[in-house]
């Protein structure tokens, strides 16, 4: 156990890896923020699940993706395309 009072501040030159056997689990009392300068990869074996409030995004291995919230608002510059074997609008 290391109990940091203040600043607890790492920085590795060329490479950081941690490597966890079972579980690893996170908490920040405000803000985190992640800044990657080309590519970020998230990689979960049989689910993802991502909630701000009312709102949640959910994917799972069998290609399942779930969007739940209140109300949706997509814009897009360009075309829109929807493809689906079925689309069910209702």
């Known amino acids: 156990t290391t109990n940091v009072g203040a600043v607890y ?3 590795a030159g060329a ?3 941690t490597a966890v056997g079972f579980v690893s689990a996170e908490e920040v009392g405000l803000t985190k923020k992640i800044v990657v300068g080309s590519n970020f990869e998230i990689s979960a074996g049989a689910k993802l699940e991502i909630s701000v409030g009312a709102s949640k995004l959910i994917m799972d291995s069998g290609g399942t ?4 919230g209140t109300a949706f608002e997509f814009t897009a510059s360009g075309n829109v395309k929807i493809n689906g074997s ?5």
């Open 9 to 11: 501040s790492i920085i």
């Open 15 to 17: 490479a950081m890896n």
């Open 65 to 68: 993706i779930t969007l739940k």
């Open 86 to 90: 079925v689309i069910d609008l209702n």
